[in-house]
């Protein structure tokens, strides 16, 4: 598509005309009336907060009738649906991309103002929902985005914790972790349905009939209840569902007589065991601890949803007496997201076979013909494993299933391809190790599924050529690729509105927030003065107003003529933050080594990183230290501190990104080539114009295939390189750059303070006691780093240069729309289309 031709196409298409009242009085009686007669505070106190919340309710009345009618819609039509089961969410705020996507902003903000109060201020009382930690949460969160704008029939499923993702705090000491009560107050933005609630159970023994048939009995069972939150596509009226289950014990589990009795803790045991399985998100970012608890939120989420699918397909007989079976995988999809969910796939057997009576045979094809699965990571620390006995314990019946998966499993490969043989014991779901007998989840995700997919093409390769190599064989077409993507509404149209105007202008349509191909419309105009003054000027003013946020939550202040470096992601060894902050050290150093009138030669940089570190991960924790300490001497001295600044962002979140990304230049993707699945930020950054410094891993290979080559700085060894480059680390092979040996030497001499870094360098040592010295390669890529990084420096120093790559990241960025991604899962693996609920 050439951007004249889009042009010319689009000005035909008139705007979606709302149908609902976007009269600014109306809209503002509307949120009085909120005010007044949903007093959740005192009716004489009007403040942002309450202006807030009095702003939400009122939105939610017209997500709740849209809502009405897409359901009403979806059980006429009876569509095919698609269920997305996700432990993760990560929702961020929800009251601009709800008056975005019903596009009445502007009747907000003017009713608003009539009542006194700035629709900025207003947004920013909400409180982030942070029910994730982070790619794969934020993943699941635009899905759901772009599954309700393309109006497909889908829902979400999690859970509702209690305390999401911590906050944190950074003191003297490095990174604290505080509890984030989201629910401190209440969110406006759930609905709770005391009508949908369904039993879990946990523990107990598995009953056997004279007639074969086996059922699951005793143990604890406690209640699933619903809480749904309105998830609004962008200029349709389809409104879909994220379904979140909180646990209830049962009313009857209270004991009244102990609690007549004085026993009050024990009258009320179940009542505080129930709130235990919600109260917290686990904190894995890649490890797995192997707790009891996390299995059972896991159960809990796959039991409650799939009996809630099942009682929905149950309900959906169109006109028939009675539903089949054979009939489920036309009707329904479930996506696991990661193996986080992969109960889903024993439970759905059992409820098949032992409450529905289905033969093995039978439940087996209704299974494997509805569960796909989405892989996200080839870290073995992080593929999860379950200990044979706790699930023997926890789960009798799912566990029995698994088994006899496993054994018909073993018996098919010894049928049939007798020549993998050798390579069953790595196959087969469970691991008998005695040692440590454990369930493979992803072993059982890929023998189950009728799709397994990776989440960019390289990691979708990887995943064929190593991990599941053995697989694909077998099913050599079960193996897919969707590369992820990310949703134009939140991460371009909203959350940075001066490019969107420019581009909306330049493009003459504003089509491209849901067509995001249309950008490369733009590069007609890349080279063009205008708009590159333009794209400099909303570029200013995002920074700027990062520079004021920055100033507020750090006491740093930065220069907004400096070029803005940042990366921001959970902090991570293989995701090289360390690699970033010795290449500042480096440049510190080095300017400190400048002569005044050399150092006005230099581009002026300011250096921002945050992300959160796992709460025991010492390494994780001691870069975040390091960050914070270079940056104090940095920042403070008087010599350089115009030259460079370094930043430690604190609690990066969805709101901190929403804020940082419009104001970023240059952001970092630097991790060892092969050991990120994808990266998302990595689109967010490009698509607001914002250039990447990258290796060849993830979505960064696509990313750059997309903007051209000359427009992305690359550097580092590739994933194919990688084992042998640890081969040679360990023969003794390597000979570090001085410039590596340098920054390290300089952190070991005491410059940045009298904390011991000793233990978080020695990890780059080849001796170090980990017995994998440098496995990120940190020290091999560094000098190709530098040599990047000194490109980047002399083309910031070109000005429109610098602009136009900038416009043709933007204008290359329209494949990584989460609309694409969503389109592909719809055919290629959920075979679902659209259901308009019409407008009328
Ligand atoms: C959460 C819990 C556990 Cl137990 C393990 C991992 C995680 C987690 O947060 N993973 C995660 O975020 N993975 C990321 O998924 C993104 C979306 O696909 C990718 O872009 C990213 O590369 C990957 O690391």
Redesign the pocket.
Known sequence: VNGTSATAKSEKIPAIAHPLAEDPAEVAANINYHAKYSPHFSPFKFEPEQAYYASAESVRDRLVQQWNETYLQFHKVDPKQTYYLS??YLQGRALTNAIGNLNIQDAYADALNKLGHDLEEVVEQEKDAAL????????ASCFLDSMATLNLPAWGYGLRYRYGLFKQLITKEGQKEIAEDWLEKFSPWEVVRHDVVFPVRFFGRVEVYPNGSRKWVEGEVFQALAYDVPIPGYKTKNTISLRLWEAKASSGDFNLFQFNDGQYESAAQLHSQAQQICAVL?P?????SGKLL?LKQQFFLCSASLQDIIQRFKERKNGKDTWQWSEFPSKVAVQLN?T?PTLAIPELMRLLLDDEGLGWDEAWDVTTRTVAY?N??VLPE?L?KWSQSVMWKLLPRHMEIIDEIDKRFLEMIRVTRPDLESKLHNMRILDNNPQKPVVRMANLCVVSAHTVNG??QL?SDILKAELFADYVSVWPSKLQNKT?GITPRRWLRFCNPELSNIITKWLKTEQWVTNLDLLVGLRQFADNADLQEEWASAKMASKQRLAQYVLRVTGVSIDPNSLFDIQVK?IHEYKRQLMNILGAIYRYKKLKGMSPDERKNTTPRTIMIGGKAFATYTNAKRIVKLVNDVGDVVNTDPEVNSYLKVVFVPNYNVSVAELLIPGSELSQHISTAGM?????SNMKFSLNGCLIIGTLD??NVEIREEIGEENFFLFGATADQVPKLRQDRENGLFKPDPRFEEAKQFIRSGAFGSYDYNPLLDSLEGNSGYGRGDYFLVGHDFPSYMDAQESVDAAYKDRKKWLKMSILSTAGSGKFSSDRTISQYAKEIWNIEECRVPSS
């Open positions: 432990m993760e994730g930690n982070g790619g794969l949460g934020r993943l686990y894995g970012d890649a490890t797995e996390r990661d986080h989405t996200h990571t992080a999860e989440v960019a990691h992820n959970r990120e699945a994808s990266g998302t993830g979505a």
